[in-house]
């Protein structure tokens, strides 16, 4: 698995994905007030943006080449 997208119309922009996320994937758009995955290829499928989310904004997807990297803290 790896981050996709937020999805748009579920994220209500309360940050918690931002300052969750270890690997600075997810950035906060200050125009449109919502997260945006900026760099999803640094993605370390922690899952902790998952976790937090409280909407399930978070569109994850399978990805066969990515090695799983365990929660960490």
Same mark, same amino acid.
């Given at each position: 698995?790896?981050i996709?997208?937020? /999805?748009?119309? %579920?994220?209500?922009?309360?940050k918690q994905?931002v300052i969750?996320?270890?690997?600075?994937?997810i950035?906060? =758009?200050?125009?449109?007030?919502?997260a945006? /995955?900026k760099? %999803?290829?640094d993605?370390?499928?922690?899952?902790w943006c998952?976790?937090?989310c409280?909407?399930d904004a978070? =569109?994850m997807?399978?990805?066969?080449?990515?090695e799983f990297?365990?929660?960490w803290g």
């Amino acid at each position: 698995m790896a981050i996709r997208r937020i /999805v748009e119309d %579920k994220c209500i922009g309360c940050k918690q994905c931002v300052i969750s996320c270890p690997a600075d994937v997810i950035r906060f =758009d200050e125009n449109t007030k919502k997260a945006v /995955v900026k760099y %999803k290829e640094d993605c370390r499928i922690c899952m902790w943006c998952v976790t937090v989310c409280k909407q399930d904004a978070i =569109d994850m997807k399978k990805d066969e080449t990515q090695e799983f990297f365990p929660c960490w803290g």
